[in-house]
């Protein structure tokens, strides 16, 4: 019998100590600064994740954009998250595991965040393009069954190019869309992408200069 799924974990409690609310959250500080906090986070089985709500699953939500247009894609059969088969969408990520060696109790944890991040996204397309990573933005949606239990964290991926291939057969009809074109099939995308469509110009906004103390939005 092969051993079962670990996903990684936060509290939910301690996401809304620090401010978690429904949709978009562009104050990603202390969300990250909470969720990164030693101790914090931590691997559960999948079964019991996906079934308790007083925990949600990190998951890496990564958006790519090329000049004005966003990567999207259709999530085919063999999606890991069977409830969001056929839908529409924009972020590219999945449940963080145990092999992605993250140390959770070390000051490293958000650079091993940010290599786990890339290799999710390698396992499922190839990036042939110079990008930036900047984390724009954390998503929640309490009123669906997979929103309940888990919680995306929002990273923004400016491509140089619009050289993006696919590598799992999950990824289907890949293309990049104009926002006028994805607005015209709004109906289509899972949820956390509406959310983040209809968010699209602040999730794009040039970051801002850093503050006097070096406190910068989404800086690792």
Same mark, same amino acid.
């Given at each position: 019998m092969a051993d079962e799924e670990h996903v990684l974990v936060v509290e939910r409690s301690v996401l809304e100590d620090a401010g978690l609310s429904q949709g978009l959250m562009f104050d990603v500080t202390?969300?990250?600064?909470?969720i990164f %906090?030693?101790?914090v986070p931590r691997f559960m089985p999948r079964s019991r994740a996906e079934t @308790?709500?007083?925990?949600?699953?990190?998951?890496p939500y990564v958006i790519m954009t090329c000049d004005s247009r966003v990567l999207t894609y259709?999530?085919?059969?063999r999606a890991g998250e069977s409830r969001l088969v056929g839908q529409r969408s924009m972020g590219i990520g999945g449940h963080i595991n145990p092999g992605d060696d993250l140390p959770l109790f070390n000051s490293d944890f958000r650079d091993a965040y940010a290599a786990a991040? %890339?290799?999710?996204?390698?396992?499922?397309?190839?990036?042939e393009a110079g990008?930036? @990573?900047q984390v724009v933005a954390l998503l929640n949606d309490d009123s669906t069954e997979v929103g309940r239990v888990h919680v995306g964290i929002v990273h923004l991926w400016r491509l140089a190019t619009c050289a993006v291939g696919k590598r799992e057969q999950v990824i289907t009809q890949m293309t990049f869309m104009t926002p006028t074109e994805m607005r015209a099939v709004r109906d289509s995308f899972e949820t956390w992408s509406q959310f983040c469509l209809d968010g699209l110009a602040a999730l794009r906004a040039?970051?801002?200069?850093?503050?006097v103390d070096g406190a910068k939005r989404g800086q690792w």
């Open positions: 202390p969300l990250l600064d909470a %906090r030693p101790g @308790d709500p007083t925990w949600k699953q990190l998951i259709v999530r085919g059969r991040v %890339r290799r999710e996204v390698d396992e499922e397309v190839s990036v990008h930036s @990573d040039e970051p801002q200069p850093p503050a």
